[in-house]
């Protein structure tokens, strides 16, 4: 990203920005809120949901203003941004709308459209009711995660996420970050008896070294430790184990090899 | 210089202010955070506090697959961008002390960022076992 | 999920005509594979993702995506009705009705007995001659309601 | 053999020349998707029998050759005898023996193979005559129905090539690029951005390696231009893409062609490889020291990849979805480099702007809309095809003067410009001008150049229905007003086909397609509710009468009506009872016939072969 400052304006305030910056990072420093669905800093914009609207002009633009996706919208010098306007109120609504004709049961995309002054859809229920308003953080975080195990499938309104040829997919570790990121808890998954199910798949955990509680799936503790480049045996250890071998190992060394008076624990930096 | 979080665990009362300091200072909207430190009570003398120790070559750092964890170069701690944390649990497992933790299941990670520079524990500890200097 | 076997001989000689890792040949391999079998059999996909270095994941989205991929074994006689705009004006909907009952299959099936498939097709271009009906890529124009039926019963 | 130099260029093409001078008559025979529908190939094949069995060609000093699309698909297959230019129309395999002993031999015309002006019921001999002809002007389509499309020489010899060598000999990049803007060209794919803007942004970008690539696409449909173009003269595309990627600096290109077009695929793949023999593609093209070559890149089947962003994708082998373009494609494009893309008809232009001069190209069609554009004129017009006018010209000239107007004389309800993307215009609309602005503002827009004339009988609600189902089909999905809100539309106006309409539809549609106007994240989605807002605004009242009246006035919508034939009309012909596919028409000879309601499927059959229109919709 370059290092020249632009200077924009958002609501009338003007601020000062990297080039290239999306207007949504720049507003959310500010702590100027717009709302997002599909959003997640650790992963690639898509401009998919649409919620995080704005308006913007520029002095230039001979009084041209237009609707863009905060998300994806890069700023630049003289950039003028609304947030809040009748007109994105109204497209925000519609989107939320929409989407809870699709999910009509979705408690997150409800509490959303709630926000969002919509408590009940005023379109048709969709035929296929769904939880997934396909947002794609799940296959975008998959393939952050280097296992591209899942992917959109079919189009239009017959898109969905799906592992390939309906299978187990090869390509998944088990991680369950496809779960974790999901807002609407779409992707359904359980750890029994060391056991984690994900995608009509099961994965045995490894256990902890000490107490033997489930950690993370064997094929995922492979994968991790081959990925971060550090030995498999970093991750072995669950972390309340893993305080309590600390703990251990600091009282034993000074009480052992130093009189209590003179230790200190030094956090090193 | 870069100031250090230092810990004398002999003057330690395990009176554990610094685990209320810590949550406060860290809790949300909705009450009382996880605190990122912790006081064990082994008896006069005796008593240990743990908290992250922002190890030079720190593994959850390594094993991070969205470089949410990062080292702020003007405290030294290593911080968790909670905007990019996917939750995936990794670096509390990676840590070989046991330093981070998950607020409920697998929400994002929760570690000492030493408050931005003003470490809450240190501030309020009664005794100097935690001093920030 | 596949009914004949694929041929992992036919799949090499399809792979050997794309250089290996690089994933831009997907669709036309992919294209390579329906036309050798028929459809994109899940088995020659995978041999074909680890030739191009790329996730299974991704040939599935995109053998669902593109309209001219099938996961399934196609019939043997492939009935496109243009459903271009000059063909649905005149009256090539009631064509794809009309063979739809005919043949007892939505548009995009394939009849029981592998004989035919129908499918739709946005617009062969050849709107001049609507409404347009192809049997297997030979292009009939001027079609009248009624003389699918004649045709595909006197066929049959 | 390698052309390695303009001189050696000049000489080829004369050779050329000097062949097809010495030949003394030439028939040609249309070999596009159209003609060959129609049974060209039997026809070619049995002239090729005749020619070799009767020796015409040292007879006759006879030249034979199959050419690309004519235009004028619907009279196929067609026959074309040069140099007195008799115009045959559906000629059959059975009449080249005609044809070889009447015309070719004896120089006799055959009047029943004669085009006959359905208005004037003249016949008309001569190609250039024929009123769907003699008010064209042609140039992106200059050398279709003239040349072989497979033989390159044949395209050297109408002065293929000669602009590329002016380009690349005679013009610095810059100059190209200035030629380009002063021509006033403008894409012809359907947005109307100037071309030689779009060339200049991309010369200028930084980055050194640079994409030129053609969208050969064509999803509208309806519309079939560019692959006539690539099917008839596929060298001129080429021709205009390397003087393209000459002008930006590309090295490199894709022609992206739709699967559904395997005849254009086939033609563009011979002329790249005849293209690279002689040195007009890949290195060091005509010894100037540049280079830059072409392959195709087949679609898959799916629309939204005439979007170019997601054509890009496709052409990368990826999944067909649109990025936001907020930064443009000409700056970052295909593998995020700096990419021209133009489509067929917008390539084909430029080496005639080159060779012509861009004073020529502006001098035709309106100030901010020069030069001619190709349309596919198809529907319920007389005469169908493809037609390149002047911009400019009005609606009704290209209807009623090149098109002859509507079948059986029925009333003209509405025209419908630009594919899923355009929308419908009315009879009162018919005096606009066609160029990229007036038939903006009109509600509609040019698109790529599908022009379909709909008649009394066509239902404006059934087509925005067909519109919303195809780009229900074709929206990628990936954003949320195009997949769900697209959807939503259709449900509406689906139910209202049905007779479920209810009062308030109509706003609710209106609100909703503002939003996905508005916040679509790519032009398919943008210009989705087009069909519907144009057919609303020009058509309200037929909306209407589906929700109030629950009445499909144009007898389309087939739970809104029943058909009935009307005793007073009905001459008791009995085609009616022939044509119904299920044997529901009763009635003898020469008395009145009666529709049994309750197993028509009213498919219309009837109603289509009525001589007297006897059939009404009730």
Known sequence: MSEKVVNLEINGRGFQAREGMTILEVAKREGIPIPTLCHHDALEPVGACRLCMVEITHPNWRGWKGLVTACLYPVEEGLQVTTESQEIHQVRKTILDLLLARCPDAPYIQKVAAEHGVTATSFKKNEVQTVCILCGLCVRVCAVKGCNAIGTARRGIRREIAAPFGMPPPDCIGCTSCAHICPTDAIPWEDVNGVRKIWDQEFEMVRCVSCGRPIMPVTQLEFEAKRAGISPDYMTTCPACSQQKTLETIRTAFTIKRPASEDAVEAAS | ?133 | MSETSIDPDRVRSILTRYPQGDGSGLIHALQDIQAEFGYVACEAVARLCEHLNIPLSKAFSVATFYKAFSLEPKGETIIRVCTGTACHIRGSQILADELSSLLDVEPGGTTKDLKFTLETVNCVGACAMAPVVAFNGVYQGNVQPGALTRKIRGGK | ?618
């Open chain 4, 1 to 618: 053999m390698r052309i390695n130099s303009v001189k050696s260029l000049t000489r080829a093409a004369g050779r050329a020349r000097g062949e097809r001078k010495r030949l003394e008559t030439e028939v040609l025979v249309c070999a596009g998707t159209g003609c060959l529908a129609n049974g060209s190939m039997d026809v070619a094949e049995a002239f090729l029998g005749a020619i070799r069995r009767r020796k015409l060609e040292a007879r006759l000093k006879l030249g034979f050759k199959t050419t690309g699309c004519h235009g004028f698909c619907e009279k196929g297959p067609l026959v074309i005898i040069q140099p007195q230019g008799i115009f045959y129309k559906g000629v059959k395999a059975k009449d080249v023996k005609e044809i070889v002993d009447q015309t070719l031999l004896k120089g006799q015309v055959i009047q029943r193979l004669l085009y006959r002006d359905p208005n004037t019921k003249q016949r008309v001999e001569q190609y250039a005559e024929i009123p769907f002809y003699s008010k064209q002007h042609r140039i992106a389509l200059r050398n279709i129905g003239k040349i072989d499309p497979k033989c390159i020489d044949d395209c050297l010899a109408v002065g293929g090539y000669t602009g590329l060598a002016k380009a690349l000999t005679e013009m610095k990049p810059t100059e190209v690029i200035d030629a380009v803007t002063e021509s006033g060209l403008r894409g012809r794919g359907g947005g109307g951005f100037p071309t030689g803007r779009k060339w200049k942004t991309c010369r200028e970008a930084e980055d050194p390696t640079k994409y030129v690539l053609c969208n050969a696409d064509e999803g509208d449909p309806g519309a079939f231009m560019d692959r006539s173009i690539c099917e008839g003269d596929p060298h001129a595309v080429l021709e205009g893409m390397v003087i393209g990627a000459w002008a930006v600096g590309a090295s490199k290109g894709y022609i992206y062609v739709r699967e559904e077009y395997p005849l254009a695929v086939k033609h563009l793949q011979a002329a790249i490889e005849q293209a690279r023999e002689r040195g007009f593609l890949g290195d060091d093209i005509l010894g100037t020291g540049f280079s830059y070559d072409v392959q195709i890149a087949r679609g898959g089947g799916a629309f939204v990849c005439g979007e170019s962003s997601a054509l890009m994708k496709s052409v990368a082998g990826e999944v067909g979805e649109p990025r936001a373009k907020y930064v443009h494609s000409v700056i970052r494009g295909l593998y995020d480099k700096p990419t021209v893309l133009n489509n067929v008809e917008t390539w084909a232009n430029v080496p005639w702007i080159i060779t012509e001069g861009a004073a020529a190209f502006a001098s035709l069609g309106t100030k901010k809309s020069t030069g001619t554009k190709t349309f596919s004129l198809v529907g319920k017009v007389k005469n169908t095809g493809l037609v390149e006018v002047p911009m400019g010209i009005t609606l009704r000239e290209i209807i009623y003067d090149i098109g002859g107007g509507i079948i059986k004389n029925r009333p003209f309800k509405g025209v419908q410009t630009g594919g899923p993307s355009g929308g419908c215009l009315p009879e009162g609309k018919l005096d606009l001008p066609v160029d990229f602005d007036t038939l903006t503002e009109a509600g509609s827009m040019m698109g790529s150049g599908g022009m379909i004339v709909m008649d009394d009988r066509t239902c404006m609600v059934d087509v925005a229905r067909y519109f919303l189902k195809f780009l229900v089909d074709e929206s990628c999905g990936k954003c949320v007003p195009c997949r769900e809100g697209v959807h939503q539309l259709h449900q509406t106006v689906n139910d209202i086909c049905a007779g479920n309409g209810r009062p308030g539809d109509l706003e609710r549609i209106e609100a909703l397609s503002d939003v996905v106007v508005k916040a679509s994240l790519c032009a398919l989605g943008k210009s989705a509710p087009n069909p519907i807002l144009s057919t609303l605004r020009y058509f309200r009242e037929e909306y209407e009468a589906h929700i109030n009246d629950r009445k499909c006035p144009a007898g389309v919508c087939r739970n809104l009506f029943t058909f009935r034939i009307s005793p007073e009309i009905c001459n008791g012909c009995g085609l009616c009872a022939k044509s119904c596919p299920v044997d529901c028409i009763a009635g003898e000879k020469k008395e009145v016939h009666v529709i049994d309601a309750s197993v028509c499927t009213r498919c219309g059959a009837c109603r289509n072969v009525c001589p007297t229109d006897a059939v009404e919709v009730i």
């Open chain 2, 1 to 133: 210089m870069q100031k250090t979080l230092v810990i004398t665990p002999s003057r330690c009362t395990a009176c554990r202010t610094c685990e209320l300091a810590c949550s406060f200072k860290h809790a949300g909207p909705a009450g009382l955070g996880i605190s990122r430190i912790r006081a064990f009570m082994f008896g006069e003398g005796k008593n240990q506090i743990l908290t992250c120790f922002q190890c030079d070559d720190a593994a959850c750092v390594k094993v991070c697959p969205v470089t949410a964890l990062a080292r702020n170069e003007a405290t030294g701690a290593i911080e968790v961008d909670e905007d990019r944390c996917i939750g995936c649990g990794l670096c509390s497992l990676a840590c070989p002390f046991g330093h981070m933790a998950h607020d409920g299941r697998m929400a994002i990670a929760i570690k000492c960022d030493l408050c931005g520079g003003q470490p809450a524990c240190a501030t309020f500890c009664p005794t100097r076992t935690l001093e920030y200097i």
